[in-house]
């Protein structure tokens, strides 16, 4: 995901130091950065015309087993804040044993209703974390409640006011300029239930990081005699105090033409890549470019307080702008993939692509292996490829030579 980890600030290449192999580092750093996304909420910039912070919404996807536990350290990494925030709370139930009841808080549970949600940004306007590993307890108490929880999600990704109104008891709820950042993980069937469907408009909010590895024996021993919580304990005092340094001001957040120039003409190279998969992959697209703001308005802030500069402007870093978009090349491209896997969805076939797909292909070739080989070379998914062939056989341009799984072309290619 980042070619060169020597991009990253120091707080994150140490914290990546913890993890042997390249799969837990790359999920250690999306967790991470997602869990500090959401710590500083007097730091924002324009993009688009409207006021954004770093809030950022991330889902790591595997199977079970598949190493996703290396998620945790972005929990590890904010605790301190989380046990700030909780001493602040107004008061305790001693009724209930080991119950408290809670209303400040930065970490809130997956196990959360859609109203508790609410509350609870109400009473945290600094912003909430959303940590849960897996997907389906997000999805499953969000919906317990009357009211779509996508709502919620959506409008918060944006900072857009959430409003609520419920005739029982004529309450009227709102939660102004929210902020809140998600990190979950799960199986790819929990992504649909949480998103939806990919019409949902929630699901193009949402940052992929899928695990591609086998899954393979770890050697649960090869550690050392300490927990990853307690090796983390020294870098959660430093991200506690950024947290304590950055709030007590406004910070704002500035790029150079240069900069400006490398965001606009990537989304516009997105955007090109995400019309052939339909109008759901623009959104992605458009999304992502604020993804891709949002990460490199992070890291160089976690640059400028490194650098220990007293300024409260942050210019940004060359080196953020650089790691950020080697993340957000991966996870746009996983994006992409996600809508390939899932079931019932269009691609848009253009001529062009009948062209260059025909081209790809050999005189004779084998389904599907060489038709797979065919849309890689393309920089294409498997499904796309499926569909690109599908209309080449419907124009008669390729059929089956008789032997099996064999076939062949026919005639000139498309115009």
């Given at each position: 995901m980042v070619n060169d980890y020597n991009k990253l600030p120091e707080i994150l290449k140490e914290c990546l130091g913890f993890f042997n192999d390249d799969t837990s580092k790359e999920i250690a750093l999306q967790a991470s950065i997602t869990a500090l996304s959401g710590l500083f909420p007097s730091y924002s910039s324009i993009y688009d015309g409207h006021r954004v912070h770093c809030n950022l919404y991330s889902f790591i996807i595997g199977h079970a087993g598949c190493g996703k536990?290396?998620?945790?350290?972005?929990?590890?990494?904010?605790?301190?804040?989380?046990?700030?925030?909780?001493?602040?709370?107004?008061?305790v139930d001693a009724d209930i044993k080991g119950s408290k009841n809670i209303n400040k808080m930065y970490i809130v549970p997956g196990d959360a209703s859609s109203a508790?949600?609410?509350?609870?940004?109400?009473?945290?306007?600094?912003g909430l974390l959303l940590c849960e590993t897996e997907g389906d307890t997000i999805s499953n108490n969000l919906a317990k409640e009357y009211g779509d929880h996508s709502t919620i999600l959506r409008c918060a990704a944006h900072h857009e006011?959430?409003?609520?109104?419920?005739?029982?008891d004529n309450e009227y709820f709102e939660v102004q300029e929210p902020k809140l950042s998600i990190l979950t993980s799960g199986t790819p069937g929990q992504v649909k239930r949480l998103t939806k469907s990919i019409e949902d408009g929630l699901?193009?909010?949402?940052?992929?990081?899928?695990?591609?590895?086998?899954?393979s024996w770890r050697d649960p021993y090869n550690k050392t005699s300490h927990s990853m919580k307690e090796l983390l304990q020294d870098k959660a005092e430093v991200v506690f105090d950024y947290y304590k340094h950055v709030n007590q001001a406004k910070y704002t957040f500035r790029l150079e033409s240069n900069h400006k120039s490398i965001i606009n003409n990537t989304g516009k190279d997105w955007f090109e890549d995400a019309k052939q998969y339909g109008p759901h992959a623009i959104a992605i697209a458009t999304r992502m470019g604020l993804n891709l703001h949002r990460i490199t308005m992070l890291l160089s802030l976690l640059y400028h307080l490194e650098d220990g500069l007293a300024d409260k402007e942050v210019v940004c870093y060359d080196d953020a702008l650089s790691a950020?978009?080697?993340?957000?090349?991966?996870?746009?491209?996983?994006?992409?993939?996600?809508?390939?896997?899932?079931?019932?969805i269009e691609i848009s076939v253009l001529s062009?692509?009948?062209?260059?797909?025909?081209?790809?292909?050999?005189?004779?070739?084998?389904?599907?292996s060489d038709r797979n080989a065919a849309a890689r070379k393309l920089g294409f998914c498997e499904k796309t490829g499926r569909n690109i062939h599908k209309k080449l056989v419907e124009k008669g341009l390729v059929k089956p030579t008789g032997t099996a799984k064999r076939w062949r072309k026919v005639k000139t290619a498309p115009t």
């Open positions: 536990s290396a998620m945790k350290i972005g929990e590890y990494l904010v605790v301190k804040v989380q046990e700030h925030r909780v001493k602040k709370s107004t008061s508790g949600l609410m509350r609870t940004l109400q009473a945290n306007p600094e006011t959430v409003k609520r109104l419920r005739s029982t699901f193009s909010r949402f940052m992929y990081y899928m695990i591609q590895n086998e899954p950020a978009l080697e993340i957000c090349n991966t996870l746009f491209n996983n994006a992409l993939k996600l809508i390939c896997d899932s079931g019932g062009d692509n009948l062209s260059q797909f025909y081209s790809a292909l050999n005189e004779e070739y084998t389904i599907p």
